[in-house]
């Protein structure tokens, strides 16, 4: 990665931990801090402590909240690229858990398939909505603890 993408991925980064505090609340109780942002990868963290469950594991909801999160902020960071002013709304989500999440947590979404993101932004702006689905993984340890899947809905307008 050139000087000029680090720099333009930090930047990104800032932005999105910044609109997540800002705009949801939750992620700041929930310690969430956004690693990186890009077109094609989205890593939140979160620490155990706020998070906890009675078994002294990361709680289920937060585990979908912060997987939520890196979905949405990954659309929220392409939409916002391609100037489309438009409403991002979960539509739908489930979660696999895999196993115990004993300690502070990432969530990664991945996403780089420029056919499906090509019928997404054309099915936007000629019909004023547009679904999208993606996945996202709760990291531990270096360990797949979670997987999650969701189906995102744009909606164009203010």
């Known amino acids: 990665m050139q000087a000029d993408e680090r720099s333009g991925a930090a930047h990104a980064a800032a932005a999105l931990e910044r609109y997540l505090h800002e705009e949801i609340p939750l992620s700041v109780a929930m310690g969430v801090r956004v690693r990186s942002a890009t077109r094609q ?25 912060i997987a939520t999160l890196a979905a949405w902020g990954l ?8 100037r489309s002013l438009s409403r991002l709304v979960i539509q739908r989500s489930s979660m696999q858990y895999l196993k115990p999440i004993p300690g502070d947590f990432t969530a990664v979404c991945e996403f780089d398939d420029t056919t499906a993101w090509s019928r997404f932004v ?27 899947d969701g189906d995102f809905v744009a909606l164009r307008g203010p």
């Open 41 to 65: 990868r989205v890593e939140l963290e979160a620490p155990l402590g706020p998070n906890i469950n009675h078994h002294e594991t990361v709680f289920g909801g937060s585990a979908i909240a």
């Open 75 to 82: 659309l929220h960071l392409r939409l916002d690229r391609e």
């Open 122 to 148: 054309k099915t936007l702006e000629r019909h004023g909505r547009a679904r999208l689905g993606l996945q996202a993984c709760i990291v531990q340890a270096a360990r797949q603890s979670a997987l999650f």
